[in-house]
């Protein structure tokens, strides 16, 4: 996520394929396992900076799905900024590391 303007934080993301989507971060938990856990306050962005979503690092949860998605297929997204601006993207289905067959 670019922001060319002041500092905003992305509260909400939303896709029509799903009950509830987060924003979450992957970090060590107090046993030394890594854990995802969400974002309550949402994700700064920083001014004329940026963040990049990625597994194993800042991600969106997606969560509740209403139908089965394909690996290979886009889903509409939409991300809603503490600033009220929003933005919305097609964003690929990709295998998830926990989903990966032996």
Same mark, same amino acid.
Request: charged letters at 20%; hydrophobic letters at 40%.
């Given at each position: 996520?670019?922001?060319?303007? &002041?500092? +905003? %934080?992305?509260? *909400?993301?939303? !896709?029509? $394929?799903? @009950?509830?989507? $987060? !924003?979450?971060? %992957?970090?060590? &938990? &107090? @046993?030394?396992?890594?854990?995802?856990?969400?974002?309550?306050?949402?994700?700064?962005?920083?001014?004329?900076? /940026?963040?990049?979503?990625?597994?194993?690092?800042?991600?969106?949860?997606?969560?509740?799905?209403?139908? +089965?998605? /394909?690996?290979? *297929?886009?889903?509409?997204?939409?991300? %809603?900024?503490?600033?009220?601006? %929003?933005?919305?993207? *097609?964003?690929?289905?990709? $295998?998830?590391?926990?989903?990966?067959?032996?």
């Amino acid at each position: 996520i670019k922001n060319g303007g &002041a500092e +905003d %934080t992305l509260v *909400s993301a939303a !896709i029509s $394929e799903a @009950n509830v989507v $987060e !924003i979450h971060e %992957t970090a060590a &938990a &107090a @046993n030394g396992m890594m854990e995802m856990r969400p974002l309550a306050q949402g994700l700064k962005i920083p001014a004329n900076g /940026s963040v990049e979503l990625k597994p194993g690092g800042y991600h969106v949860m997606v969560m509740g799905l209403k139908q +089965d998605l /394909s690996v290979g *297929s886009n889903v509409k997204l939409k991300l %809603t900024f503490k600033s009220g601006k %929003t933005l919305e993207l *097609s964003a690929p289905v990709q $295998e998830g590391p926990a989903m990966k067959m032996p």
